[in-house]
């Protein structure tokens, strides 16, 4: 069955950097384009990045463009997300997923969730 497992996140200040890491199994890794969302409390999940099977392409949303660099190696079934310049309204549950463009919208491939990993950025 499908595993995303996330790690990385914590409590950095403002103008700070976190590096998060999601470890993929049971799927062919290397077949699927994958990305992260993020959800903050009391609001629904969004997209924030996402990167071609091949690593080649790489997706942003205009909020994190810039200041966060998605990177994969299908070596390790791993997807990354650097954050940089990190900013108190980038705070939520970062998840990872497989995704799917359809039109201008990012969707997951999977109905299954990691358990995520929190970010809090302090002003």
């Not at 409390?41 to 969004?46: A, I, L, S």
């Not at 310049?85 to 919208?105: F, I, M, Q, W």
């Amino acid at each position: 069955q499908v595993q995303l497992v996330e790690s990385g996140g914590g409590l950095v200040q403002a103008g700070g950097s976190l590096s998060l890491s999601c470890a993929a199994s049971g799927f062919t890794f290397s077949n699927y384009a994958m990305g992260w969302f993020r959800q903050a409390p009391g609001t629904e999940r969004e997209f924030v990045a996402a990167i071609s099977w091949s690593g080649r392409n790489t997706y942003y949303a205009d909020s994190v463009k810039g200041r966060f660099t998605i990177a994969r190696d299908n070596a390790k079934n791993t997807v990354y997300l650097q954050m940089n310049s990190l900013k108190p309204e980038d705070t939520a549950v970062y998840h990872c997923n497989a995704v799917r463009k359809s039109g201008s919208s990012w969707y997951s491939d999977f109905g299954s969730w990691g358990q995520g990993t929190q970010v809090t950025v302090s002003s």
